[in-house]
């Protein structure tokens, strides 16, 4: 299992991400209101701004306070280096 560090020591399984998005439009934001509802959010920001919206297999909406960008990149480099490993 890779964990992918989502901002002040906060970690998620890189396997049950479906989708790293931008909280700004109407859609995640309603995502956002539905899963707050639902009891299924999780708020990982730690009083931050939300800057990155994670979508979670289980239909858990986790929230960041850093940018998707920087989310993609850090899957990336467990990516890479579970190649490496396996090579």
Known sequence: MKLVNIG???LVSAD???A???PESS???RITAEARD???LIDATCGRKTRAVI???SGHIILSA???EAI???TSELDAEEQDTNE
């Open 72 to 74: 993609a990149n850090r």
């Open 16 to 18: 049950r991400m479906i």
């Open 20 to 22: 790293v998005v931008a």
């Open 55 to 57: 979508i979670a297999d």
């Open 38 to 40: 639902r009891g299924t």
């Open 8 to 10: 002040f020591g906060n």
């Open 66 to 68: 850093i940018r998707p």
């Open 27 to 29: 859609p995640v934001k």
